[in-house]
């Protein structure tokens, strides 16, 4: 008896937008932390204060 499971095509569509938001949330947190960090040496600069 052959008992098949249906749904494949869900579970491999879920698992590919899976990665891509788990790939896109680390994009942004990545780049999140690159801006804080430009930030706070611009508050060192001579430019952060024309900024101000």
């Not at 990665?19 to 994009?27: E, L, R």
């Amino acid at each position: 008896m052959k008992n098949k499971v249906r749904g494949g095509a869900f579970r491999l569509v879920g698992l590919i937008l899976g990665v891509i938001a788990t790939s896109i949330g680390t994009t942004a947190i990545v780049f999140a932390a690159v801006g804080m960090h430009q930030a706070h040496l611009c508050k060192r600069c001579s430019k952060g204060a024309t900024f101000k």
